[in-house]
């Protein structure tokens, strides 16, 4: 089955950068668009950056200018470099592939 793997979250100061990595498994990696959504408790989950199969990138209004998706389809993997981190970016960030599956979940903390 689709499994896909967040790793890269944890704890960083106002200013700082994170680069948050999904592996993924059980489908044919480069045909598919790929995700990074953000959850804070008690809040929807909410679209931060999308790469398609064609490497076309679409971002929230809220991390322009401050987020990187890209892609790697030799290591099936996508990634999310986050520079400039403010404490509301904080969250619980998630990878997708649209319509099929989901991560577990890495948690992003920023600190003022």
């Known amino acids: 089955q689709v499994q896909l793997v967040e790793s890269g979250g944890g704890l960083v100061q106002a200013g700082g950068s994170l680069r948050l990595s999904c592996a993924v498994s059980?489908?044919?990696?480069?045909?598919?668009?790929m995700a990074w959504y953000r959850q804070a408790p008690g809040e929807q989950r909410d679209l931060v950056a999308m790469?398609?199969?064609?490497?076309?990138?679409t971002y929230a209004d809220s991390v322009k200018g401050r987020f990187t998706i890209s892609r790697d389809n030799p290591k099936n993997r996508v990634y999310l470099q986050m520079n400039n981190l403010k404490p509301e970016d904080t969250d619980v960030y998630y990878c997708?592939?649209?319509?099929?599956?989901w991560g577990q979940g890495t948690q992003v903390t920023v600190s003022s």
């Open positions: 997708n592939i649209p319509g099929m599956a």
């Open positions: 059980g489908t044919i990696f480069r045909l598919n668009s």
């Open positions: 790469i398609t199969s064609g490497f076309t990138t």
